[in-house]
């Protein structure tokens, strides 16, 4: 099978970026929370025609 490019170039760019530690998720409250998942479930599902 053919490949694109040689690989002996295969990850020289993505090792050579340097790494970035991850930020921590900050929870939303849980008002906030339960109002997104509403909506994602009942609000948006019955726009488009799932229910």
Do not use: C, E, F, W
Request: glycine share 6%.
């Amino acid at each position: 099978m053919p490949s694109h490019g040689s690989l002996t170039k295969a990850g020289k760019v993505r090792n050579a970026t340097p790494k970035i530690p991850k930020q921590p998720k900050k929870d939303l409250h849980p008002r906030r929370r339960n109002s997104r998942n509403y909506r994602k479930r009942i609000l948006y599902a019955q726009a488009k025609g799932y229910r």
